[in-house]
């Protein structure tokens, strides 16, 4: 078992700080990472963060986590339609948590549904970067298996 959190984000999040900023924020996906490496050096994780717009891109990074601490997933809008990411989650039995920035539940009625939540340990949203931070930490509560 390593002490790895594999931070992974799904399309469109390497547009943050100018992506729809009123429901994004400004924060830039550097200053999101920057924040998850503060939070994981804080609990003793290292950090593999890694954003990509391509569907099965994500399904080979959620399959390299195998064996890893935990999986933070913001799978973006593939959360809401990716059937191939939750049997990847699914697959490798790592515990993963859902993160999105915005409260996906005060939005469009599409963003309700997720695929992944099933699969996940835990779902975070609506806090912006803090979601991730929350995530990390909650990983941190949880025991590390053997
Ligand atoms: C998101 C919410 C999704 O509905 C959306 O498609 C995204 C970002 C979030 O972090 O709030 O791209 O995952």
Do not use: K, W
Request: some cysteine; overall charge negative; aromatic content about 6%.
């Amino acid at each position: 078992m390593s002490n790895t959190v594999h931070v992974l984000n799904g399309p469109n999040l390497n547009l943050l700080g100018t992506r729809e900023p009123g429901i994004y924020g400004a924060a830039t996906l550097a200053d999101v990472e920057a924040l998850c490496r503060a939070e994981a050096e804080r609990h003793g994780f290292d950090i593999l963060f890694r954003q990509t717009n391509s569907e099965g891109t994500l399904v080979d990074l959620i399959q390299a986590a195998r064996g890893v601490r935990g999986i933070v997933l913001n799978a973006a809008a593939y959360t809401h339609t990716s059937v191939a990411l939750r049997d990847a989650v699914a697959a490798v039995g790592v515990p993963m948590i859902e993160v999105h920035l915005s409260n996906v539940f005060a939005r469009e009625d599409f963003r309700h549904h997720s695929y992944l939540s099933p699969v996940a340990r835990g779902v975070i949203c609506g806090f912006g970067p803090q979601s991730y931070v929350l995530a990390i930490a909650a990983l941190a509560t949880m025991p590390a298996s053997p």
